[in-house]
């Protein structure tokens, strides 16, 4: 999907082409780093690092959450697969309680079991709900992006018994805006927050209402 010409190695002068006060959230690939300057870069320009689409070794993957990372990019995606001799990023995710993992609930990218495995390993806490949503998504037998609402990812978790309503939305809301350090801003229906709201309607877990910004969208 990405044109090998447009692949760079990570590092300071390629970050600062394509980072300004707009970007909230990087994804890099560690291992292709020289040197811990770039994360530096990032750590200091306050934008928050994701571990993705990355052949990171086990210790190459804990070096980079030493020094800041705490975020993987929809885990077992775009990664090293687990194995028993070379444990790879996704198992040292796991195993650092500091780190967050996003995972695209579809059922097809991860399958319901992997979910809850992770769940079961990071808890909701740690455990935040992407989408990876493109139109190129799930056609002709592969796999770039994927083709679900955020919404769908809630209802699957559900559907699934992989965690209560209330908990898939926290991993939809509260905590994207806590990785993002936007948590005073959004993520939770409070006085002073951005008064962003989408009415469910509990039988059917289909959405029938959505405010933005307080006005009604929807």
């Keep these: ?11 300071v002068d390629v970050l600062k082409q394509i980072c300004d006060p707009s970007v909230s959230l990087i994804t890099v690939a560690p291992e292709t780093a020289s040197s811990v300057e770039p994360l530096e870069f990032l750590r200091k320009a306050g934008i928050t690092v994701s571990l993705g689409h990355s052949n990171a070794t086990f210790d190459e993957a804990n070096a980079a959450f030493a020094e800041g ?20 990023p996704v198992t ?7 780190v967050t993992c996003a995972i695209i609930c579809d059922g097809l990218h991860v399958s319901e ?42 209802r699957n978790l559900v559907k699934w018994n992989a965690a209560s309503f209330p908990s898939a939305i926290e ?26 709201i989408v009415a469910w309607d509990m039988s059917t877990l289909k959405i029938k209402h959505v405010f933005l910004a307080g006005r009604q969208i929807f």
Excluded: C, Y
Aim: charged share 15%; glycine share 10%; no cysteine.
């Design 1 to 11: 999907m990405h044109p090998p010409e447009w692949i760079k190695p990570l590092s």
């Design 69 to 88: 990372v705490k975020l993987v990019t929809h885990v077992f995606n775009a990664l090293p697969a687990v194995h028993h001799r070379a444990p790879g």
């Design 92 to 98: 040292a995710a796991f195993l650092d309680e500091s």
């Design 113 to 154: 079991a992997a979910v809850k495995l992770v769940l079961k390993i990071k808890g909701k806490a740690r455990t935040l709900l992407v989408t990876d949503a493109a139109h190129v998504g799930t056609t002709g037998g592969g796999l770039v992006g994927s083709s679900i609402n955020l919404s769908d990812a809630v």
């Design 171 to 196: 991993m939809a809301t509260a905590n994207p805006a806590q990785v993002l350090g936007l948590q005073e801003v959004v993520g939770q229906i409070a006085a002073g927050k951005v008064a962003d």
